[in-house]
Nanobody, 119 residues
């Protein structure tokens, strides 16, 4: 059984910073791609950033230069450092991990963490 636990969401003023964390636990071989997505009220879930096992990153245009995704494979964790936060970054943020269970790779989602950017 694999579990993902997210943390780090909070209320922050515009221009502030937050760091989101997502840790996987359970029995699995390793983690391939990792990513963060977000969903604002009334909107579809959208990609924020992804990070492959090989280190390739991909960012949404709206967060380039402000957000940074990283991984700690020893801790089975993906992080999202968010700087220069704007009100339009307000959303529930979800981590997504592609986890290898033996011969297969399974897509797992975190429970979501609320980020609110407001003065």
């Amino acid at each position: 059984q694999v579990q993902l636990v997210e943390s780090g969401g909070d209320l922050v003023q515009p221009g502030g910073s937050l760091r989101l964390s997502c840790a996987a636990s359970g029995s699995f071989v390793n983690i391939n791609d990792m990513g963060w997505y977000r969903q604002a009220p009334g909107k579809r879930r959208e990609l924020v950033a992804t990070l492959s096992r090989g280190g390739n990153t991909n960012y949404a245009d709206s967060v380039k230069g402000r957000f940074a995704i990283s991984r700690d494979d020893a801790q089975n964790t993906v992080l999202l450092q968010m700087n220069g936060l704007k009100p339009e970054d307000t959303a529930v943020y979800y981590c997504n991990l592609q986890i290898r269970l033996g011969p297969s790779i399974v897509n797992y989602w975190g429970q979501g963490t609320q980020v609110t950017v407001s003065s």
